[in-house]
């Protein structure tokens, strides 16, 4: 028992023990916040260190603690009453979130519901614009609209009325693309709707073209801004061939009546106040009237020309070649519509100009002035015009009143019966012909006439005015002149007629031509003469057989007969040495007399001085010259010749001289006969 006692009593006191040791051998942790602050607390209630107070330390500290814990549940119980108040609060909002929670699930029901209708009623409203959208451009496409659509219900035709009837037009093009979809309707609606508007607005725009084109001025800056008016109105004509056609033929109507207005005008009235003067002040002076009429008329055209095409044709850089050519032609039919009209007021007016006498120089320049104009305006008008067609045949008629007023001049001068001068010089009608043709050859050589047409009419010029004189100048030859005066005069006729034509190179054929008709005249007076001179020296004769005998050796040479069965030339009569000695001495007795060796007038040709030519006067005088030395040289030569049986010494029983020598004496005129 007792072993078992002391074993529980043991049992305590050594776990008391242990415990103790282990708290005493444990570290005091005096640097533990938290024991460092209850000691402090401690220290507030605890002032006296007895054993009584320790032994009431766990009790003091147990019963404030429960003070404590009391004082504590006291100060919280005011907290649980508000947590209780916040549970309740929190039990209420649970129930409205439970609330909530079913109004929304509800809310979330209804707004599915709503998002779906607002989906459609978007779609819906996209379509709407869409289509909204796609009326709009169908109506702006195809329907005219606001400014246009009145300016096309007014009666005035002007830029905006013009875009209208273009978009008209624009309309038109795009309902045939309508038509081969599936909106073929609205397609015919469109098309019906620009239809009927396009042939009211075409007939207002043909009418103002009509109405305006007549009193538009072309010389008026002002009426710049109405000719571009007018420029596009014809241009949407172009889309109706009918009334472009119509509204052509208008326009020529109104432009004709309008530039005959100012033609008459400018002849009677002249410009503004006066300058320029009339026209019909100069009616008296044929070559300024029509000149002065046929520059106003190239101003018009020129101007007329300017509007017309600004009028009808397109821009180079506008419309196919087709188009642009087609148009052109029709501007220029507008242009011969227009200039027509001035073909019968100038013909009439011309050809009372050509009632007074008028000098031919002065008819040829008419017909040079028309017909430049005529070419000049053909190039605007084109070949076929009437205009310069109707200047050709008024040329035509001035050439023809030309040609008579030459005949009849002509004519004059043959009846007046009038012979060759003594000095043979050319007549007085050969001089008045020639400087009235030096004249024309001015007139037509200042002309812009190319050089093959100029051939051509001086040729006809030339014809009708030298035949005559040639024949003239034949006719006067004939009466009263001996051959070789008659060889001279006809050499200056024609060499005055010739001299004027040499400094043009259109009439070098002419030239030409004169040139050799005087050739064979020098050369027939050359021929006459030479006769005259050996007749004059008794070598004629001599001079004729020895040319025969010449003429018969070359024969016989050619057919192979022996020359020794010719005659010789000393049993020939007249040709035997004591007549060649006679005739060379008379000969030799006129070559040295005189003041200067071979200058005796009976050696020259008879006459030579009246040619007028100097050339052909010192080529005269070389010939007979030449033909003298060459029969002296031929009488020497035929008096060396054996075949002639002359002798040996014949050559000194005639008294020849040297040829050489002789012929140099006759070649230069004078010199010492040794």
Same mark, same amino acid.
């Given at each position: 028992?007792?072993?078992?006692?002391?074993?529980?009593?043991?049992?305590?006191?050594?776990?008391?023990?242990?415990?103790?040791?282990?708290?005493?051998?444990?570290?005091?942790?005096?640097?533990?916040?938290?024991?460092?602050?209850?000691?402090?607390?401690?220290?507030?209630?605890?002032?006296?260190?007895?054993?009584?107070? &320790?032994?009431?330390?766990?009790?003091?500290?147990?019963?404030?603690?429960?003070?404590?814990?009391?004082?504590?549940?006291?100060?919280?119980?005011?907290? =649980?009453?508000?947590?209780?108040?916040?549970?309740?609060?929190?039990?209420?909002?649970?129930?409205?979130?439970?609330?909530?929670?079913?109004?929304?699930?509800? $809310?979330?029901?209804?707004?599915?519901?709503?998002?779906?209708?607002?989906?459609?009623? &978007?779609?819906?409203?996209?379509?709407?614009?869409?289509?909204?959208?796609?009326?709009?451009?169908?109506?702006?496409?195809?329907?005219?609209?606001?400014?246009?659509? $009145?300016?096309?219900?007014? *009666?005035?035709?002007?830029?905006?009325?013009?875009?209208?009837?273009?978009?008209?037009?624009?309309?038109? =093009?795009?309902?045939? +693309?309508?038509?081969?979809?599936?909106?073929?309707?609205?397609?015919?609606?469109?098309?019906?709707?620009?239809?009927?508007?396009?042939?009211?607005?075409?007939?207002?725009?043909?009418?103002?073209?009509?109405?305006?084109?007549?009193?538009?001025?072309?010389?008026?800056?002002?009426?710049?801004?109405?000719?571009?008016?007018?420029?596009? $109105?014809?241009?949407?004509?172009?889309?109706?061939?009918?009334?472009?056609?119509?509204?052509? *033929?208008?326009?020529?109507?109104?432009?004709?009546?309008?530039?005959?207005?100012?033609?008459?005008?400018?002849?009677?009235?002249?410009?503004?106040?006066?300058?320029?003067?009339?026209?019909?002040?100069?009616?008296?002076?044929?070559?300024?009237?029509?000149?002065?009429?046929?520059?106003?008329?190239?101003?018009?055209?020129?101007?007329?020309?300017?509007?017309?095409?600004?009028?009808?044709?397109?821009?180079?850089?506008?419309?196919?070649?087709?188009?642009?050519? =087609?148009?052109?032609?029709?501007?220029?039919?507008?242009?011969?519509?227009?200039?027509?009209?001035?073909?019968?007021?100038?013909?009439? &007016?011309?050809?009372?100009?050509?009632?007074?006498?008028?000098?031919?120089?002065?008819?040829?320049?008419?017909?040079?002035?028309?017909?430049?104009?005529?070419?000049?305006?053909? =190039?605007?008008?084109?070949?076929?015009?009437?205009?310069?067609?109707?200047?050709?045949?008024?040329?035509?008629?001035?050439?023809?009143?030309?040609?008579?007023?030459?005949?009849?001049?002509?004519?004059?001068?043959?009846?007046?019966?009038?012979?060759?001068?003594?000095?043979?010089?050319?007549?007085?009608?050969?001089?008045?012909?020639?400087?009235?043709?030096?004249?024309?050859?001015?007139?037509?050589?200042?002309?812009? !006439?190319? *050089?093959?047409?100029?051939?051509?009419?001086?040729?006809?010029?030339?014809?009708?005015?030298?035949?005559?004189?040639?024949?003239?100048? *034949?006719?006067?030859?004939?009466?009263?002149?001996?051959?070789?005066?008659?060889? !001279?005069?006809?050499?200056?006729?024609?060499?005055?007629? #010739?001299?004027?034509?040499?400094?043009?190179? +259109?009439?070098?054929?002419?030239?030409?031509?004169?040139?050799?008709?005087?050739?064979?005249?020098?050369?027939?007076?050359?021929?006459?003469?030479?006769?005259?001179?050996?007749?004059?020296?008794?070598?004629?004769?001599?001079?004729?057989?020895? $040319?025969?005998?010449?003429?018969?050796?070359?024969?016989?040479?050619?057919?192979?007969?022996?020359?020794?069965?010719?005659?010789?030339?000393? &049993?020939?009569?007249?040709?035997?040495?004591?007549?060649?000695?006679?005739?060379?001495?008379?000969?030799?007795?006129?070559?040295?007399?005189?003041?200067?060796?071979?200058?005796?007038?009976?050696?020259?040709?008879?006459?030579?001085?009246?040619?007028?030519?100097? #050339?052909?006067?010192?080529?005269?005088?070389?010939?007979?010259?030449?033909?003298?030395?060459?029969?002296?040289?031929?009488?020497?030569?035929?008096?060396?010749?054996?075949?002639?049986?002359?002798?040996?010494?014949?050559?000194?029983?005639?008294?020849?001289?040297?040829?050489?020598?002789?012929?140099?004496?006759?070649?230069?005129?004078?010199?010492?006969?040794?």
């Amino acid at each position: 028992m007792t072993t078992a006692s002391d074993d529980t009593t043991q049992a305590p006191t050594s776990w008391a023990v242990l415990k103790m040791r282990s708290l005493l051998d444990a570290p005091i942790p005096a640097e533990s916040p938290s024991l460092l602050a209850a000691i402090r607390q401690i220290q507030t209630f605890y002032t006296t260190n007895s054993p009584a107070t &320790r032994r009431d330390l766990a009790p003091t500290l147990a019963r404030r603690a429960v003070d404590s814990t009391k004082s504590v549940l006291d100060a919280f119980s005011d907290t =649980h009453k508000q947590l209780q108040d916040v549970q309740k609060h929190i039990a209420d909002m649970q129930k409205d979130v439970q609330a909530l929670t079913k109004r929304l699930s509800g $809310a979330r029901s209804d707004a599915s519901t709503v998002v779906s209708q607002t989906s459609q009623l &978007r779609a819906k409203l996209s379509d709407a614009q869409y289509r909204a959208a796609v009326s709009t451009a169908f109506l702006n496409r195809f329907v005219l609209q606001g400014e246009l659509a $009145a300016a096309l219900q007014s *009666e005035e035709v002007n830029a905006t009325f013009l875009q209208a009837l273009h978009k008209l037009e624009q309309i038109d =093009h795009d309902s045939r +693309f309508l038509l081969r979809s599936r909106n073929q309707r609205a397609g015919l609606e469109a098309l019906e709707f620009a239809a009927t508007k396009k042939e009211e607005a075409y007939e207002k725009v043909f009418r103002f073209v009509q109405a305006r084109c007549g009193t538009l001025d072309v010389d008026a800056e002002e009426n710049e801004q109405e000719a571009a008016l007018l420029r596009e $109105a014809i241009r949407a004509l172009r889309a109706r061939p009918m009334l472009l056609r119509y509204c052509a *033929e208008g326009v020529g109507s109104a432009r004709r009546a309008s530039l005959v207005t100012r033609f008459v005008g400018a002849l009677t009235e002249g410009g503004p106040g006066g300058m320029p003067r009339p026209i019909e002040m100069h009616a008296h002076d044929a070559m300024r009237y029509t000149n002065d009429m046929l520059a106003w008329m190239h101003q018009a055209l020129a101007s007329e020309k300017e509007l017309i095409n600004r009028l009808f044709t397109l821009e180079a850089n506008t419309g196919d070649d087709t188009t642009r050519a =087609h148009n052109e032609e029709l501007a220029l039919k507008v242009l011969n519509t227009v200039f027509d009209a001035l073909c019968r007021p100038f013909r009439i &007016r011309f050809e009372q100009a050509l009632e007074q006498t008028l000098p031919v120089v002065v008819l040829y320049r008419l017909a040079s002035l028309l017909e430049f104009y005529a070419t000049t305006m053909s =190039h605007l008008l084109g070949k076929d015009a009437a205009l310069p067609e109707m200047l050709m045949e008024c040329r035509s008629i001035a050439m023809y009143g030309f040609f008579s007023a030459w005949k009849s001049k002509m004519e004059s001068f043959r009846l007046s019966g009038v012979g060759p001068s003594e000095d043979l010089v050319p007549p007085a009608a050969v001089n008045q012909s020639m400087t009235r043709l030096d004249e024309i050859m001015v007139t037509l050589d200042a002309s812009l !006439v190319p *050089e093959d047409a100029r051939h051509d009419q001086i040729a006809a010029v030339l014809e009708v005015i030298l035949n005559p004189l040639q024949s003239l100048c *034949e006719s006067m030859a004939s009466r009263n002149l001996s051959p070789v005066e008659r060889q !001279v005069f006809m050499a200056n006729c024609i060499d005055s007629m #010739r001299m004027p034509l040499m400094a043009y190179s +259109f009439a070098s054929s002419r030239v030409e031509q004169l040139t050799s008709i005087a050739d064979n005249h020098i050369d027939n007076y050359i021929q006459l003469g030479t006769v005259i001179v050996l007749r004059r020296c008794g070598l004629a004769e001599r001079a004729r057989i020895l $040319a025969e005998a010449k003429q018969t050796a070359a024969l016989t040479s050619s057919q192979g007969t022996e020359t020794s069965k010719r005659k010789p030339l000393s &049993r020939i009569p007249g040709m035997d040495v004591e007549a060649l000695s006679i005739s060379v001495k008379n000969f030799y007795a006129l070559l040295f007399s005189g003041s200067t060796v071979g200058s005796s007038e009976v050696l020259k040709p008879p006459h030579v001085n009246k040619i007028t030519n100097v #050339r052909w006067r010192n080529r005269a005088r070389a010939a007979v010259a030449e033909s003298l030395a060459a029969t002296h040289t031929e009488i020497f030569k035929a008096l060396q010749d054996s075949t002639n049986e002359y002798g040996e010494d014949a050559i000194a029983t005639v008294g020849m001289r040297d040829p050489e020598k002789v012929k140099l004496i006759l070649t230069n005129g004078g010199g010492n006969s040794k």
